[in-house]
């Protein structure tokens, strides 16, 4: 039973943003066709091969004056498997044929008269002619009444082409046999990695394996796909590496090839004149059909003190455009005590995105604000009282209340300008509670409960460090009732749990775990190595909303202590061969390729990643869900100075920063 209305208010609905962008791929494959000439003269064929087997697929059977066709009885159509090479740039032509058997058993070619037919967005068909500028299987329908028959054409990305920048003749450089002790080695992407579709370019970075080495070739090979692109390979600071950018035009066909059973990437290097030839070893990237979609605010500091904090956010609908400054420390309040422009952090978001709570000066001061999104304008301001008001929130669906964690306690208030007070949640645990999320779907609340004391937490007076934490759950109607939490992450000897977020669909939640037999930190605050601040050891795991044995992501956190956390899901899922698909956004210390430098002791700065995690429909979760991560574009305005960026927080729109 749900426990007693501590406060009644419409939790509404709202429709979730589904990004599959079908017809933005079509416009862009369309538009392909002009990009990316060749600059050497040996850019992709213009001509196509069509390997073609016998033997049509045989329609069902039917009777006389059924269709258009006088007679007709079964269709069938030749051939009922075919394959072409589709250039990069262009149309690949296939002509099918329609051949019915007729009542007096005679057959013949009926092309002209039958329907014909595809549900493909990118193909069309006239006459049995189908053109497609786009890779993939293609199923064709010719149709006479209710007799119908179909076949299937395999459309292969194929040629080499030589992009904008490379030297002339470069695409010779790679004709020779590759030579084992001048093997370059792919750094990024990950191998194992899906990329959404509206990622828009990509670098490769690649460890040279031969000083000379200076032009590249990407090769990528698969069920529908036998690329080259080649290109001048970009030095790197790192002087034993070089970066090739993967144009944000070519993705719409890596979407489509990346539905094949195989699909690999390798990378060939050489100097201009094609000594020093290595081949890579190959890794596996993906691309999904499924865009990242919202607005992703994140919290960045630009030096070693929090005083240079501010709040970044992507506009993840134009995922082409950089991040934008939504607040910095000249917007702050002051505190009780005085000070002048203090330090922001534990942002929080309604699920529209119109309203964020802000705490300023850190878990100490603990002032607060409730801010207005689109004017940027403090709704509710409290800090004027020296004891603090609230560290960490979250929102109800609506966004018309909201929960507060301080000192140990969760208060849900009313999120308007009376910043209303409507009680203390779950006051007989016994535990002190903190890091909440409210589910978007209104049905589950997840939070933390660390008791002081137990397997090893100290007094923890912030509630922002949790050594020994675990993570308990509570059902909810959306609109201030809830039902008694339980366990969902129990309590475990050397380790805490903490930073719960709960997907769109209220399926999963998705948390850190961090081991107190792992590094320490090397900061002013927060060093132990389970204290839930800054783990160098902490992973993310994902477990069902109703309970079971936490699964560990291990692909997208890596081999190493790379500080994985504030893991949260996006406003939305989608589907991605067969599967649900939901992209998680998280703050990684793990290098970037070969432009930043990793560390697992925590003295780098972080770096915002996401990663795809996959689950069948209703299936039992088994083994790991997860693709390796990938890391989010346009984070640094100086990659010779990153930022430290953490903290994402995500919302179904971002709506346009006030000027």
């Known amino acids: 039973m749900m426990r007693s209305r501590v406060f009644s ?69 030749e051939p009922g498997a075919a394959s072409v090479a589709l250039a990069y740039g262009e149309s690949a032509v296939v002509q099918l044929a329609a051949i019915g058997r007729f009542q007096d058993g005679s057959e013949r070619d009926v092309t002209a008269q039958v329907r ?91 460890r040279k394996g031969s000083a000379g080495q200076r032009v590249g070739q990407i090769e990528i090979a698969g069920d529908f796909i036998e690329l080259r692109l080649v290109f001048a390979c970009e030095p790197l600071p790192d ?17 489509r090839t990346s539905e094949g059973e195989v699909m690999e990437t390798r990378v060939r290097l050489a100097a201009e004149d094609g000594a020093e030839l290595g081949e890579s070893a190959a890794i596996d990237v993906r691309w999904a059909s499924a865009a990242l979609s919202g607005g992703l605010y994140y919290w960045r500091t630009d030096g070693t003190t929090l005083q240079s904090a501010a709040i970044y956010r992507y506009d993840l609908d134009d995922a082409a455009s950089p991040p934008e400054l939504f607040w910095e420390n000249e917007q702050s309040p002051p505190l009780a005590n005085g000070q002048e422009m203090p330090c922001m952090g534990c942002h929080a978001l309604a699920q529209a995105g119109d309203k964020m709570a802000l705490t300023f000066g850190g878990s100490g001061p603990s002032s607060f604000a409730l801010v207005d999104v689109a004017t940027a304008d403090i709704i509710a301001l409290r800090n004027t009282d020296t004891a603090g008001f609230a560290t960490m929130t979250t929102f109800s669906p609506d966004g018309e209340l909201m929960l507060n964690a301080f000192r140990g306690a969760l208060t849900l208030r009313r999120a308007d300008e009376t910043l209303e007070a409507l009680g203390d949640l779950f006051t007989d645990e016994g535990e002190r509670l903190t890091q909440p999320f ?20 100290g007094d923890e007076l912030y509630g922002d ?64 190595p389970c204290d839930a ?38 406003p939305s899922h989608d589907t991605y061969r067969g599967k ?80």
């Open 9 to 77: 208010a419409g939790a509404g609905s709202r429709t979730v943003h589904r990004g599959t962008l079908l017809l933005a791929f079509a416009t862009a494959i369309a538009a392909s066709a002009a990009a990316c000439s060749s600059g050497d003269g040996a850019g992709a064929s213009a001509g196509m091969s069509a390997g073609m087997s016998a033997g049509g697929a045989q329609g069902g059977g039917g009777s006389s004056g059924s269709g258009a066709v006088e007679g007709l009885v079964s269709l069938r159509v």
């Open 116 to 206: 014909w037919g595809t549900s493909d967005l990118f193909a069309r068909v006239d006459a049995g002619e189908l053109t497609t500028a786009s890779p993939g299987r293609v199923r064709v329908v010719a149709s006479d009444g209710p007799l119908t028959a179909s076949a299937d054409v395999t459309v292969k990305l194929a040629g080499t082409v030589a992009l904008p920048g490379a030297p002339p003749g470069a695409s010779a450089a790679f004709d020779g046999a590759p030579e084992a002790a001048s093997a370059p080695a792919i750094a990024y992407p990950l191998d194992g990695a899906l990329f959404p579709s509206n990622i828009g370019e990509v670098e490769l970075h690649v």
């Open 239 to 255: 002087e034993g590496g070089c970066a090739m950018a993967l144009p944000a035009e070519v993705v719409p066909m890596l979407v």
């Open 438 to 457: 409210w589910s978007p779907d209104g049905k589950h609340l997840a939070f933390v409960a660390w008791q002081p004391g137990e397997n090893g937490a």
């Open 465 to 528: 460090t949790v050594r020994g934490a675990q993570i308990l759950i509570a059902g909810s109607d959306g609109a201030g009732a809830f039902e008694a939490p339980r366990p969902l992450v129990p309590r475990e000897q050397g380790r805490t749990h903490y930073y719960p977020a709960i997907s769109d669909d209220g399926a999963l939640v998705v948390f850190n775990t961090s081991r107190c037999d792992g590094p320490s930190g090397n900061g002013p605050y927060g060093n132990d």
């Open 533 to 570: 601040y800054d783990d160098n050891s902490a992973r993310l795991q994902i477990i069902p909303v109703e309970g079971g044995a936490p699964v560990d992501l291990a692909r997208a956190n890596g081999d190493d202590a790379w500080a994985n956390s504030w893991p949260r899901f996006g």
């Open 580 to 659: 649900n698909l939901y992209w998680v956004a998280f703050s990684s210390r793990r290098p970037y390729g070969l432009r930043l430098a990793g560390s697992s002791d925590g003295t780098t700065k972080p770096q915002l990643w996401f990663a795809a995690v996959t689950l069948a429909p209703g299936g039992a979760q088994g083994g790991d869900p997860s693709f390796a991560p990938v890391w989010m574009p346009r984070q640094n305005d100086d990659m010779a100075n990153p930022t430290g960026n953490h903290i994402p927080q995500w919302a179904e729109k971002a709506l346009p920063v006030p000027q």
